[in-house]
């Protein structure tokens, strides 16, 4: 299993056979496998609520290493179905999370091409892209519209070196600066939570 998200109470569980299951956990059992991606599926996050009332509909996004983000609502028949491919990540999808403020609402994804996309998933087009990461890219979105970015580094010798978090502030609709940089991490950066900036 490489990534798990909880979608108003059905656990929702992707892994390296590029399935997603959705669980029931009063019986622990699948109530639904999903076969969308051709690879790993190595990211899940649920629609916030933003999403929820526009596409009037729980659901929730995953990626893979396919490097497609998909985007999943619930159907009258209570069954979990793709409603969008967001493509344009020239290597995996490892991270996904949500850009929520008063003005935004965009799904943010990381990829190993070194990159953090911003998508409009209502129109499923890329808003702005964060370039130039030290290969694999995990997100987070503040709701100051801050975007913090990870780098899983680069290989140099038995040594992975420049794993590093940046921040970005938003300068025009679609487009971000780059802030500032921390380089404290003598390892990988995987996973991120803040509750500063």
Request: net charge negative.
């Amino acid at each position: 299993v490489r990534a798990i998200a909880d979608v108003h109470g059905t656990v929702v569980t992707g892994a390296m056979d590029a399935a997603v299951l959705c669980w029931d956990l009063a019986t622990s059992t699948p109530v639904q496998s999903i076969y969308e991606h051709s690879h790993w599926v190595t990211a899940i996050v649920s629609l916030n609520a933003a999403h929820e009332s526009l596409l009037s509909s729980v659901g929730f996004a995953t990626g893979g290493m396919d490097t497609h983000v998909r985007v999943f609502t619930r159907a009258s028949d209570a069954q979990f179905a793709c409603v969008a491919v967001l493509q344009g990540h020239t290597s995996g999808v490892i991270s996904l999370s949500w850009l929520q403020t008063d003005t935004t609402s965009l799904l943010l994804s990381g990829s190993w091409d070194g990159t953090c996309r911003g998508w409009d998933v209502a129109t499923q087009t890329c808003r702005f892209v964060l370039p130039d990461h030290e290969n694999g890219v995990c997100v987070l979105g503040l709701p100051n519209g801050v975007v913090i970015t990870g780098s899983t580094g680069k290989q140099q010798g038995n040594q992975v070196v420049d794993a590093r978090i940046r921040m970005w502030h938003q300068v025009s609709p679609s487009a971000y600066e780059l802030t500032r940089t921390l380089t404290d991490h003598q390892g990988t950066t995987s996973s991120k939570y803040m509750d500063f900036v």
